[in-house]
T-cell receptor
Framework: KAGVTQTPRYLIKTRGQQVTLSCSPI?????VSWYQQTPGQGLQFLFE???????NKGNFPGRFSGRQFSNSRSEMNVSTLELGDSALYLC?????????????FGPGTRLTVL | AQSVTQPDIHITVSEGASLELRCNYS??????LFWYVQSPGQGLQLLLK??????LVQGIKGFEAEFKRSQSSFNLRKPSVHWSDAAEYFC????????????FGAGTILRVKS
């Protein structure tokens, strides 16, 4: 099976712009979570989608949003970019069922805001 | 609030030496516990996880971890380190009532000297 794929891998934007990142989960996985990784704040949970519905959300401003499509692919959007949004954005997918299932991470999208 | 502490930011060990990376967590009940590894430019790979049962868990690449409830710790060990183990290691917890929202420690960067 192919792993979690994220596109693009690298992105450069300027302050005030908006950006959309894409994540394709492992085939059959219906849950997709997003994390932000920065040197200062570390790895932080953004949100999780399951069956096109947001199930949980981290402590991020409303500029960060996401969605999931019927094929489980997910996008996250950041509007009005700030310098502090520069980060590695990681997507993770997991199968469903049982008490807990391992999350499989993609390689990430490196966003640089100038 | 849940928190994860990895007290060592950097650790340097000689190839062939043993390794122990420390992790302490703060949470009301025993959460799910994980260790992930991240190589430069890569996503996160799960090394091992603890849900319940035997407190010594075996993972991939020769790693093991021991859960100690009395100390709220989940330390990662390897008896003999290889140069390819150089990477950043993250301890993470997830609440049992909602296992998807991982809370990560700040990470420990492992350097291996030959």
């Amino acid at each position: 099976k192919a792993g979690v794929t994220q596109t693009p891998r690298y992105l450069i934007k300027t302050r005030g712009q908006q950006v959309t990142l894409s994540c394709s989960p492992i085939s059959g996985h219906r849950s997709v979570s997003w994390y932000q990784q920065t040197p200062g704040q570390g790895l932080q949970f953004l949100f999780e989608y399951f069956s096109e519905t947001q199930r949980n959300k981290g402590n991020f401003p409303g500029r960060f949003s996401g969605r999931q499509f019927s094929n489980s692919r997910s996008e996250m959007n950041v509007s009005t970019l700030e310098l502090g949004d520069s980060a590695l954005y990681l997507c993770a997918s997991r199968p469903t069922g049982g008490n807990y299932n391992e999350q499989f991470f993609g390689p990430g999208t490196r966003l640089t805001v100038l | 609030a849940q928190s994860v502490t990895q007290p060592d930011i950097h650790i340097t060990v000689s190839e062939g030496a043993s390794l122990e990376l420390r992790c302490n967590y703060s949470y009301g009940a025993t959460p799910y516990l994980f260790w992930y590894v991240q190589s430069p430019g890569q996503g996160l790979q799960l090394l091992l996880k603890y849900f319940s049962g035997d407190t010594l868990v075996q993972g991939i690449k020769g790693f093991e971890a021991e859960f100690k409830r009395s100390q709220s710790s989940f330390n990662l060990r390897k008896p003999s380190v290889h140069w390819s183990d150089a990477a950043e290691y993250f301890c993470a917890v997830a609440p049992r009532e909602y296992g998807n929202k991982l809370v990560f420690g700040a990470g420990t960067i492992l350097r291996v000297k030959s």
